[in-house]
């Protein structure tokens, strides 16, 4: 495998990329189908994504050919192959090459869109911003917001997806780049929504009034936001927020990191980081709602762990939300924040009893893996005692995978382990959640899952 440079320009493709695709002809013997002109099959998966999978590996199996999206892809699905793709033992998945056709205009180099030697270099350099110190940090600036949110919702009828999402925009503002709620972050936070809108819009050009208009220009608003600020923050001296400790990260030789790439993996990481933790929220407090019983495990729990009602949950005392913890991954089983996984083969290799050649795009799907019969009993039925040690250890270890896997597991993902923690911490020491009892929303699976009237929930003050 080719060795990249430390630093590549975006527009330079590295040694490694593949410029062919394999034809129709070399894809012909991987049963599927092509679905309509032009669409392809995208209509059918965003109407009900589990359920086109479902009928997908019904008819062809467990490796087919489908054509969404405006391209084929060759999907791989279990897991067994959760463990091919992700762990990627003989390095010949590119993530860069899999998730560049959706986010290289709006997040090009950002940490998921890097292959092999230069993401290893700047993966490590990065992770200071997870180290002890700087999460302690977070975890007194997430206290403090969240608690103050939770008083300002108070008890009542609410919509809860719009409400964490400002949250968790206000949080990232504040923990991520350490700038205080108020005009400025508002700013910031609609540069982000309008990225995240455009990474999945249908028109690819950045055409007047469109979403992909709007996310370039919130592109440009960051690219300039984030470049002052990383070249004042290192004249001035960083404080613990995640964007200082980034504007500050060197490499193995002490060079520090390329202001333009600090820019980059600040745009991608910030938007990451607020949308998944979002969408993993909503589905926990949903879950929550509809099996009181937990909810009231957990807030024993964690009434326990803090002294009482509305307490900070510190650093120190994270480890102990083992139930929190446990529920707050069978709600990302039930509705994984990132429902497909995309990369593209670097070389030919055989799974499933097929040859898949050389520069085929694949995919793998959490989704349906995580809700699949043969290794999830019941797997409708929200039960997190799925997540002992013990279960854990006895399932396949890429059964569960909402953080990925292997070199490009999740960089934040004990950060987000700890906000969860401290928003339970604070909201279910103050209220019950409830919700009306044949209520069941639907839920849109992309760009990451959300319910479409927003989670209409009820607290009731304790």
Known sequence: MATLAAHQPANVRPQHWKDANPTKADLSHIPGEQGLPVVGNTLKMLADPVGFTKSMVEKYGRVYRNNAFGGTVVALIGADANELVL????????????????????????????DFDHH????????????????????????????????????????????????????????FIGIPFGAEADKVNQAFVDMVQASVAPIRRPLPFTKMKRGTDGRAYLVEYFTKETQRRRAEGGGQDMFSQFATATRDNGELLPVDEVVDHMNFLMMAAHDTITSSATSLVYYLARNPEWQDKLREELRAITGGEGRALNYEELAKAELTEMAFKEALRMIPPVP???????????????????????????????????????????????????????????????????????????????????????????????????????????????????????????
């Open 87 to 114: 762990f990627d033992r003989n390095k010949i998945f590119s993530s860069e090459q899999g998730w560049g056709p959706i986010l290289d205009k709006l997040f090009p180099r950002g940490l998921m869109l890097m």
């Open 120 to 175: 290893r270099a700047d993966r490590k350099a990065l992770s200071i911003a997870f180290k002890p110190e700087p999460m302690r940090h977070y975890v007194g600036s997430l206290n403090r917001g969240i608690s103050e949110r939770m008083e300002e919702w108070g008890a009542g009828p609410m919509r809860f997806y719009p409400a964490i999402k400002q949250l968790t925009l206000d949080l990232a503002a504040d923990s």
């Open 340 to 462: 497909t996984i995309p990369r593209r083969a670097l070389e030919a290799f055989e799974f499933g009893g097929y040859h898949i050649p050389a520069g085929t795009p694949v995919g793998v799907n959490p989704t349906f893996v995580h809700n699949d019969p043969e290794i999830w009993d019941s797997p409708e039925k929200f039960d997190p005692m799925r997540f002992t040690r013990e279960a854990e250890k006895a399932r396949h270890k890429y059964a569960w995978v909402p953080f990925g896997g292997g070199a490009h597991m999740c960089l934040g993902l004990h950060f987000a382990y700890m906000q969860i923690k401290i928003l339970m911490a604070h909201m279910l020491t103050r209220y019950r959640i409830e919700v009306a009892e044949d209520y069941a929303p639907d839920w849109q699976a992309w760009p990451i899952p959300q319910p479409r009237d927003g989670l209409q929930i009820r607290l009731v003050r304790i």
